[in-house]
């Protein structure tokens, strides 16, 4: 079956739960990886690959798909899942990650699996290559978008304020970045290790587009979106305000889940939380 977007919030959020239990699958099995960044995406992800992005799974290549960009290559296990839950490769093989051999590996590489526009490891590269993704098309006068992920610790490097100076300069509007706005990174608190507040401010005044959403509010979610495509002067930064390991109580909010895999009792007790939240979903809750 084709994948089909669709802007149905019901199947958006049930889209998240099944990305959420991918991800906890995958780190399990693996013995390693970031539960927590990846678990507070699951509804970004769901909402640009199921609801916002043009794209083809069935055809990766096609040239008049919107590029996405990971920055945070840590949290790819949300990458991996989105792009397997709408069929860029079988699901089944998402169960090799970090598997010697594995196209699925730690970071994201590019050319290891179709829909992976970008390598990703070291912090702070994604938004420069975004940018000149943006750039290019705004100057050949295509119409693709570049969408970009970012994590609020990235804030923290330099070149990330070197390509928000350039974005502004060229006026790239088809440049809608996401911040994981999730307040930690690994050594900490991002208040503790170098505070970034305001950090909407400080984007205002580079001269973007800036808005501040709930990250688990899928209606709220599609509303920035669609506000930030209608831009017509400024790159977007959405901010979006999350939990890390949204969706497994346990997980919530604690930096030591940031790159720490669950053994398999955890990994039981994630599946009955996020199986609840499910039928929590299916009957309108």
């Not at 990305?19 to 640009?48: C, K, Y």
């Not at 090799?96 to 590489?109: A, E, I, V």
């Not at 912090?123 to 098309?137: F, N």
């Not at 509010?217 to 390991?245: F, H, N």
Request: with cysteine.
């Amino acid at each position: 079956m084709a994948f089909e977007k669709t802007t149905d919030i019901k199947e958006l959020r049930l889209a998240a739960n099944s990305i959420r239990r991918d991800i906890v699958e995958m780190i399990t099995a693996a013995g390693s990886g970031h539960p927590a960044g990846s678990l507070g995406l699951a509804d970004v992800f769901s909402a640009l690959f199921f609801g916002v992005m043009e794209h083809d799974p069935q055809n990766p290549g096609w040239e008049g798909r919107d590029r996405f960009v990971l920055s945070n290559g840590h949290v790819c296990p949300v990458l991996y899942s989105a792009l397997a839950e709408t069929g860029y490769f079988p699901k089944e093989e998402l169960i090799t990650l970090r598997k010697m051999g594995s196209r699925l590996q730690g970071h994201p590489h590019k050319g290891a699996l179709p829909g992976i526009e970008n390598s990703s490891g070291p912090l702070g590269q994604g938004l420069p290559i975004a940018v000149g993704m943006a750039l290019v098309a705004k100057r050949e006068g295509r119409p693709q978008r570049a969408y970009c992920v970012v994590s609020d610790g990235e804030q923290q490097e330099g070149q990330i304020w070197e390509a928000a100076m350039l974005a502004a300069k060229y006026k790239l509007s088809n440049l809608i970045v996401t911040m994981d706005r999730n307040y930690i990174q690994i050594d900490g608190s991002t208040m503790e290790v170098n505070p970034l507040d305001p950090i909407s401010d400080k984007y205002r005044a580079f001269n973007w587009n800036v808005i501040e959403v709930d990250g688990h509010d899928m209606e709220a979610l599609l509303l920035a979106y669609s506000k930030a495509q209608k831009e017509q002067e400024k790159p977007t930064m959405i901010i979006a305000r999350t939990v890390p390991g949204k969706g497994v109580p346990f997980m919530e909010g604690l930096v030591g889940w940031h790159g720490k895999a669950p053994k398999e009792d955890d990994a039981q007790k994630a599946y009955a939380a996020l199986e609840d939240e499910r039928k929590k979903i299916t009957e309108g809750a």
